[in-house]
Structures are given as C-alpha cells and as structure tokens.
C-alpha cells in the first residue's frame, strides 16, 4: 500500500489497534535487546586474566560516558517530533553538530589533560593504576558517542515513518556483529578494558551504518511540508528535554547517597540498585509509548489512549508475578546470583516499584504529548519536582526509619514518579488535549 492509500485510511478513520502494535512492538524489542549489549561486553571481559580491574575500568569510563552521551541521545525524540522533510532536517543536523563539537571538547579535556586524570580519582574514586586504561577506554567511547548521535537522528527519521521493524532490525544486526567481534577477542587472547570499548564501537558503527542508509532514503522520499524549522524552536524543543534526562541521570546516584545512611548500607545499596536494574528491564519494552502519542495522538487520540491503558498493566503484571510467586526467588536465585537474605530484600523493593511501573507508561505518555505540543518545559517542571519530592522523602524516611535499608529508595522514588504524573495531569488538562488555533499556528511557523 503506498502513501497516500495510508493516509485515505487514516482519514477515513480504518485505523486498527494491529497497526499500533506493529508501530509499537519493534520499538520495545530494539529496546530490551539493546540492554544485552553490555551483557555481551561483561561477559568477554570476564574472561580476562584480570577481570576484576579490567570490568573497574571500563565501569568507570562507561559511567562518565553515560552522562556525556546524554546530550547526542535525545535527537531520536527530537528529530521524531520536528523534522518534517529534508529542509527541517537540514536545520537539526546543523545543530547536532553543534551538539557533537561540545560533547567532544568535554571528552578531549578528559581523555588528553590531567583534569581527566583529577576527576576519575577524584570523582570516580579510581587508584592511580587504573587512571591510563580508563583514559585510554573513554577514548575509544569518545566515538561511540558521535555514532549514537548520528544513529539517533536518523533513528527519528525511521520511526516519523513508522518503519519500527528496522529498528529492531538493526539491533540485532548490531548483537550479532558483536558476539562474533567477542569470540575474535576471546580466541586471540586480548582481553582489555578497551576490548569492551572496542566491541562496543564495533556493534554501534553497524547499527549507525544501517540507520543512516535507512533513514537517508526514507528522508529522500520525503515531500516539502509547511513546517519552518527554525534553530530557535530546535532549542526551545531540546533544552528542557535535556535537563530532563540530566536530572534523572542524576536521581540514580543521589538514592544511593541516603542510602549510604542506612542501617545495613551495603545491603540497602545492593536490593535497591538489583530491583531498579530489574524494573528498568521490565519497563524497557515500554519507554516508547511517547512515540505512540508523537506519531499518531493527533489523528487517532482516543485510540491511542486506550491502547495505552491496556499496555500500561504490562509491566506491573510481570513484576508482581516476580514478586509474588516462586518463579521471583528462582530468578532472584538462578538468574541474578543473589544470596537468601539480599534476595528477600530486593523482593520486597520490588514490591513497591510495581506502583511505578503502573504510573511510568503514564509519565511517558504525558511526555509524549508535551513534545507532540512543543511544551517540553512542562516535562522539565515535572522532573524538578519528581527530584525534589525524591529528596525531601529520602530526608525524612532514612531518618525516621533506617531500618528499612533499600525500601526507602524505593519509596521515595515511586513517590517522586508519582508527583510527577500528578503534575503532567493538571498541567495536561489545563492546556486541554488539543491545540489551540493560534497554538496550530505557531507549531508550524515559528518552530
């Protein structure tokens, strides 16, 4: 079916619930799927002589990475939301440059003087020893960097056209190319920290490869729209979106701050980083329901809308299944190596995250909707309370009750996400649910 046969269906209002899960179901694989990356760089460093130095080292260098990467990751979001044909793009790609020489300015002061060196000791708590080898591995994520940025704003490119299934596509391509990059690795006996580094770089050049072939030619086919993208409504959109990722980037570090205040800190910081590394696996499927809205909120609203309702049980049924039947201790057990005592601790984290996985997609949604507006400070007022909330409750329930180790984390956290869906509601109503005349005027002129 071409194009405009889609769009008659569209208008005619045949537009099915199949199609939402077509849209949908790739982009929650590509992101699950995509976790196993690390699963696959850990386990070939685990085969080094010195494996735990050789895993420290790479920890450290993937830790400053994750907060540099944030900036050049977004442009997926970005790009879904505002390009519209080649001029658009054209004006967005001029700005990820800009992205990509301020992100490498960080990483050059990093990776070649000795503020580097300052701040993996320092910050990082490295020892002296290891400060060369994660210089020498933050160099080579450096460009794996500038990969994920470029990947990324094609990535918006293939999803703005509903063509999820090469996302999917693509990260299998790019697993498959890194196990057999890890077996070179294993059977020539160079076992590194920079192999980490380099597997990744490996898996993330094909990935990027594919997504710009994709997208390129998908972008060609693209005709001229009335969208007049501007740098300013490109930073307008990206900013608060930015310092959304940022601060929650930032919330992770400071639970395991309180929780170092705890009765049995190790304890706490163990349930509590085990159970939030398993929520984030179960609602990894489900951190594209902004999408869902992106792409097709504005002509199908009420069915999106329920579909939404439908997946956002998803996750918290299968947390509760770990958490309330015999397959949570195996899997706790068998699967994540704990011990008796951590794995009844992090079980009963878990429990109280099943009400975040009920109010995440929710949150996404709400995200969603803001983009599709052009209202990303709306997300930005949200994640500023969110943080507060999770402090403010930190302050007082690791006070009140340090006994409870790992469950204040959780507490605070589920509440934080909790105030801010209550936020996005009231915020969402007020604005009502579609665009004002003169609201429809400016999403097309001054972006």
Same mark, same amino acid.
């Given at each position: 079916m071409n194009r405009k046969a889609e769009d008659t269906l569209r208008s005619e209002g045949h537009f099915s619930y199949n199609q939402l899960l077509a849209?949908?179901?790739?982009?929650?694989f590509s992101a699950s799927l995509t976790a196993i990356t690390h699963v696959i760089i850990n386990g070939t460093m685990s085969r080094g002589e010195n494996a735990a130095f050789i895993i420290a080292c790479y920890a450290i260098a993937m830790s400053i990475f994750g907060i540099i990467e944030k900036p050049l990751i977004i442009f997926r979001q970005t790009c879904s939301a505002l390009v519209k044909d080649k001029k658009s793009f054209k004006v967005l790609f001029l700005f990820l440059l800009?992205?990509?020489?301020?992100?490498?300015?960080?990483?050059?002061?990093?990776?070649?003087?000795?503020?580097?060196?300052?701040?993996?000791?320092?910050?990082?708590?490295?020892?002296?020893?290891?400060?060369?080898?994660?210089?020498?591995?933050?160099?080579i994520l450096t460009v794996v960097m500038v990969l994920s940025g470029i990947r990324g704003i094609y990535e918006g490119i293939i999803i703005r056209e509903q063509k999820t299934k090469w996302l999917t596509i693509m990260v299998v391509v790019r697993l498959a190319t890194m196990l057999i990059a890890s077996y070179l690795f294993v059977v020539s006996g160079y076992i590194t920290s920079l192999t980490g580094a380099m597997i990744f770089l490996i898996g993330m050049a094909v990935e990027s490869i594919i997504s710009v072939w994709k997208g390129q030619s998908l972008l060609n086919g693209k005709k001229r729209s009335r969208s007049k993208l501007k740098m300013k409504g490109v930073t307008r959109f990206y900013f608060p979106v930015l310092f959304y990722f940022i601060s929650q980037t930032l919330l992770i570090p400071v639970i395991y701050v309180f929780l170092s205040k705890t009765s049995d800190k190790n304890l706490a910081i163990a349930s509590f980083a085990l159970a939030i590394s398993i929520t984030?696996?179960?609602?990894?499927?489900?951190?594209?329901?902004?999408?869902?809205?992106?792409?097709?909120?504005?002509?199908?609203?009420?069915? &999106?809308?329920?579909?939404?309702?439908?997946?956002?049980?998803? #996750? @918290?049924?299968?947390?509760? $299944?770990?958490? /309330? !039947?015999? +397959?949570?201790?195996?899997?706790?057990?068998?699967?994540?190596?704990?011990?008796?005592?951590?794995?009844?601790?992090?079980?009963?984290?878990?429990?109280?995250?099943?009400?975040?996985?009920?109010?995440?997609?929710?949150?996404?949604?709400?995200?969603?909707?803001?983009?599709?507006?052009?209202?990303?400070?709306?997300?930005?007022?949200?994640?500023?309370?969110?943080?507060?909330?999770?402090?403010?409750?930190?302050?007082?329930?690791?006070?009140?009750?340090?006994?409870?180790?790992?469950?204040?984390?959780?507490?605070?956290?589920?509440?934080?996400?909790?105030?801010?869906?209550?936020? &996005?509601?009231?915020?969402?109503?007020?604005?009502?649910?579609? #665009? @004002?005349?003169?609201?429809? $005027?400016?999403? /097309? !002129?001054? +972006?």
């Amino acid at each position: 079916m071409n194009r405009k046969a889609e769009d008659t269906l569209r208008s005619e209002g045949h537009f099915s619930y199949n199609q939402l899960l077509a849209f949908f179901i790739p982009l929650g694989f590509s992101a699950s799927l995509t976790a196993i990356t690390h699963v696959i760089i850990n386990g070939t460093m685990s085969r080094g002589e010195n494996a735990a130095f050789i895993i420290a080292c790479y920890a450290i260098a993937m830790s400053i990475f994750g907060i540099i990467e944030k900036p050049l990751i977004i442009f997926r979001q970005t790009c879904s939301a505002l390009v519209k044909d080649k001029k658009s793009f054209k004006v967005l790609f001029l700005f990820l440059l800009y992205v990509v020489a301020a992100v490498l300015l960080i990483c050059f002061i990093l990776g070649f003087t000795a503020i580097g060196d300052w701040v993996f000791v320092h910050w990082f708590n490295a020892e002296p020893n290891m400060v060369e080898t994660i210089s020498n591995t933050f160099k080579i994520l450096t460009v794996v960097m500038v990969l994920s940025g470029i990947r990324g704003i094609y990535e918006g490119i293939i999803i703005r056209e509903q063509k999820t299934k090469w996302l999917t596509i693509m990260v299998v391509v790019r697993l498959a190319t890194m196990l057999i990059a890890s077996y070179l690795f294993v059977v020539s006996g160079y076992i590194t920290s920079l192999t980490g580094a380099m597997i990744f770089l490996i898996g993330m050049a094909v990935e990027s490869i594919i997504s710009v072939w994709k997208g390129q030619s998908l972008l060609n086919g693209k005709k001229r729209s009335r969208s007049k993208l501007k740098m300013k409504g490109v930073t307008r959109f990206y900013f608060p979106v930015l310092f959304y990722f940022i601060s929650q980037t930032l919330l992770i570090p400071v639970i395991y701050v309180f929780l170092s205040k705890t009765s049995d800190k190790n304890l706490a910081i163990a349930s509590f980083a085990l159970a939030i590394s398993i929520t984030g696996m179960v609602l990894s499927f489900f951190s594209y329901t902004h999408q869902l809205v992106l792409q097709f909120y504005e002509e199908h609203g009420k069915k &999106v809308a329920r579909f939404t309702i439908v997946i956002s049980f998803i #996750p @918290s049924i299968l947390l509760s $299944t770990l958490c /309330f !039947t015999p +397959i949570g201790s195996w899997f706790m057990g068998v699967v994540m190596g704990a011990n008796a005592s951590l794995a009844e601790a992090t079980i009963n984290v878990l429990k109280v995250f099943i009400v975040k996985t009920i109010v995440f997609p929710w949150v996404d949604f709400m995200n969603g909707f803001f983009m599709l507006r052009r209202k990303t400070n709306k997300i930005l007022i949200a994640q500023i309370l969110n943080l507060t909330t999770v402090i403010i409750a930190l302050i007082f329930l690791v006070n009140l009750f340090p006994e409870w180790n790992g469950l204040n984390g959780s507490i605070a956290s589920t509440l934080g996400e909790v105030i801010g869906l209550i936020v &996005v509601i009231i915020v969402f109503k007020r604005m009502g649910s579609a #665009p @004002s005349e003169k609201e429809k $005027t400016s999403l /097309f !002129t001054r +972006i």
